[in-house]
């Protein structure tokens, strides 16, 4: 039942990323990008998306069949970057409708973002102690954290770093942004000692990837203001993402058909 959640920490690209991983995803893998952002979504806006369907009547769906992952039919729009059309949910781009929904897709029993037969990629948006995407992250197989590597950003990390690690019981993944000053394995040596003699945790349960290049064509692509050539897949940002995607497979598995599989059913 694989289902990747994505947040940031202090604002960097969370949405671009989640869209750059949905699209180099593996196609058998049916990948659905699902807003699930309590501020509000960005999808309907930048790329000249219906405002419905959205969330809302994902929910709606959900609270009707949950357990039958066929309600993403009707409620899907298709987001073409380039020759790809990757499946979206988008959200209204005021936040109430967004948290009025949010509960019932991660009510008890409910599996409409844990399907056993496609991967789900949430965009959570800001990761905030009462942000009603937090049970998102609960039920994650990865969580993907954005943050950018300077002193400041890694500080408010560190912050919010023994929440996270309570929150999240599957792999936690730190993803550097471009523009900060400190490399991926600084980063994992600091904060692997931080939770290991402050938290007192398990550093194995989280990794440090990145940082992500500065690719100004890519980020535009994403982000609705350039229209994607025949070699879209080969610019900076989505290589390093196909690379990450690539890495994070064996743990967002789909299941054989006629079976689901849960997160003990694949290597960590």
């Not at 949010?102 to 949430?122: F, H, K, S, W």
């Not at 942000?131 to 992250?137: D, E, H």
């Not at 969580?143 to 929150?167: I, S, Y």
């Amino acid at each position: 039942m694989p289902l990747l959640a994505m947040c940031s920490i202090k604002g960097p690209g969370v949405t671009t990323a989640a869209l750059g991983l949905a699209a180099v995803a593996d196609e058998s893998a049916r990948v659905v990008l699902v807003e699930c952002d309590p501020a509000g979504g960005d999808l309907m806006l930048r790329h000249g998306l219906a405002a419905k369907p959205n969330v809302v009547d994902l929910a709606s769906a959900a609270r009707a069949n949950g357990s039958d992952s066929a309600v993403y039919r009707t409620v899907v729009q298709a987001l073409h970057v380039g020759d790809r059309a990757v499946e979206v949910v988008v959200a209204p781009a005021g936040g109430a409708q967004s948290r009025a929904a949010l509960p019932e897709l991660t009510r008890a029993g409910q599996l409409v973002l844990n399907p056993p037969d496609r991967l789900v990629v949430a965009d959570c948006g800001r990761f905030e102690a009462l942000s009603a995407a937090r049970p998102i992250l609960a039920l994650a197989d990865v969580v993907a954290v954005v943050v950018r590597a300077t002193a400041d950003a890694l500080a408010h990390l560190e912050e919010h770093l023994g929440e996270l690690l309570d929150v999240v019981t599957g792999r936690l993944l730190v993803l550097l942004a471009h523009g900060g000053i400190y490399d991926e394995t600084d980063v994992a040596d600091v904060l692997g000692r931080y939770v290991a003699e402050e938290l007192m945790g398990p550093v194995d349960q989280m990794a440090v990837h990145g940082p992500l290049p500065e690719d100004r064509r890519a980020a535009a692509l994403l982000g609705g203001g350039l229209v994607a050539g025949r070699r879209w897949r080969r610019l900076p940002l989505l290589r390093s993402l196909d690379r990450i995607a690539g890495e994070l497979a064996p743990l967002l598995a789909i299941a054989p058909q006629g079976g689901a599989a849960s997160r003990t059913d694949v290597p960590g």
